[in-house]
């Protein structure tokens, strides 16, 4: 059973950055493929990012260029570099791990964060 917690959420302007950490326990991270998800206010649940056991990254069009997936198979953990923030990332950003990156891309992963926080203001 792989737990994960997420951390790094917060309350930032427009324009600033953020970075999002995923602690995974549990679990052969290294043999994971891992991936952000992000859920706002009445809306549905959607992809961020993702990031599979052999390197390979992928972004949804809306983040593309402003934020970074990247992990530290050695600390076991993931992360969301986050930059140039808009209203409309303000959601509770999820981190979620599967043997299957197929999985991961489309929201059937087998484990999910409790989530975390960031708004981002105007």
């Known amino acids: 059973q792989v737990q994960l917690v997420e951390s790094g959420g917060g309350l930032v302007q427009a324009g600033g950055s953020l970075r999002l950490s995923c602690a995974a326990s549990?679990?052969?991270?290294?043999?994971?493929?891992m991936g952000w998800f992000r859920q706002a206010p009445g809306k549905e649940r959607e992809f961020v990012s993702a990031?599979?056991?052999?390197?390979?990254?992928y972004y949804a069009d809306s983040v593309k260029g402003r934020f970074t997936i990247s992990r530290d198979n050695a600390q076991n953990t993931l992360y969301l570099q986050m930059n140039n923030l808009k209203p409309e990332d303000t959601a509770v950003y999820y981190c979620?791990?599967?043997?299957?990156?197929?999985?991961?891309?489309?929201?059937?992963?087998?484990?999910w964060g409790q989530g975390t926080q960031v708004t981002v203001s105007s």
């Open positions: 979620v791990a599967d043997r299957l990156l197929s999985s991961v891309r489309t929201m059937k992963s087998d484990y």
């Open positions: 549990g679990g052969t991270f290294r043999s994971l493929a």
């Open positions: 990031h599979s056991w052999s390197g390979s990254t």
